[in-house]
Nanobody
């Protein structure tokens, strides 16, 4: 079965850190562009960060620039999202996406809650 599986979510205090991982099952992420999205309560889903399939080119939402880092290991599994320092407004369900031509896969999401 082809799927993406996120891990690393949980409860963290403001100013803390969290690393999310996105692993592919049934295929490899080689040559797929990887992205992280999030959906906060009452808000639309937004793109947080993306990384190209080749060359490691990255792109970030203005709200996370300088705090979040997306990375991957030579195009292989998995794709990571390092988040620090976290703010309360980062509370959301985070989704992993992998895209290549017409292939477009999504994970089920992992909850990140930033609260004291």
């Amino acid at each position: 079965q082809v799927q993406l599986v996120e891990s690393g979510g949980g409860l963290v205090q403001p100013g803390g850190s969290r690393r999310l991982s996105c692993a592919a099952s049934g295929f490899t992420l080689t040559y797929y562009a990887g992205s992280w999205y999030r959906r906060a309560p009452g808000k639309e889903r937004e793109l947080v960060a993306s990384i190209s399939s080749v060359g490691g080119y990255t792109n970030y939402a203005d709200s996370v620039k300088g705090r979040f880092t997306i990375s991957r290991d030579n195009g292989k599994n998995p794709v990571y999202l390092q988040m620090t320092p976290l703010k309360s407004e980062d509370t959301a369900v985070y989704f992993c996406n992998a895209r290549k031509r017409t292939d477009d896969y999504w994970g089920q999401g992992t909850q990140v809650t930033v609260s004291s």
